[in-house]
């Protein structure tokens, strides 16, 4: 079993940087893969990042990439979400999202396949 916590969010003016912190408690150790994924209002939760745990493998959502890192510390149990250039439509509930299990790197980003979340940190980027 793992804890995840969010941390990181709030209010920013479009062009600006955030970076979201989630930070893994409980038994983090043998962790597969770990995730970030948003839900704006009324709109269906979709995947951002992923990064395979240790190995700091990374994939990103088209509409992320060359905007957003996800990186780790295994040192602290805590995986990052660094945003750049954010956007009005990347305002959101970002969620941080973990996986003991092997899964199918077509599917990373897809949030039907994590067993563990967080309770979400709210991004709000204004135009």
């Known amino acids: 079993q793992v804890q995840l916590v969010e941390s990181g969010g709030g209010s920013v003016q479009a062009g600006g940087s955030l970076r979201l912190s989630c930070a893994a408690s409980?038994?983090?150790?043998?962790?597969?893969?770990m995730a970030w994924f948003r839900q704006a209002p009324g709109k269906e939760r979709e995947g951002v990042a992923a990064?395979?745990?240790?190995?700091?493998?990374?994939y990103y959502a088209a509409s992320v990439k060359g905007r957003f890192t996800i990186s780790q510390d295994n040192a602290k149990n805590t995986v990052y979400l660094q945003m750049n250039s954010l956007k009005p439509e990347d305002t959101a509930i970002y969620y941080c999202?973990?996986?003991?299990?092997?899964?199918?790197?077509?599917?990373?980003?897809?949030?039907?396949?994590?067993?563990?979340w967080g309770q979400g940190t709210q991004v709000n980027v204004t135009s």
């Open positions: 990064i395979r745990w240790h190995f700091g493998y990374t």
């Open positions: 409980g038994y983090p150790y043998s962790l597969y893969y």
């Open positions: 999202a973990a996986d003991y299990r092997a899964l199918d790197v077509a599917r990373l980003l897809d949030p039907n396949e994590y067993t563990y």
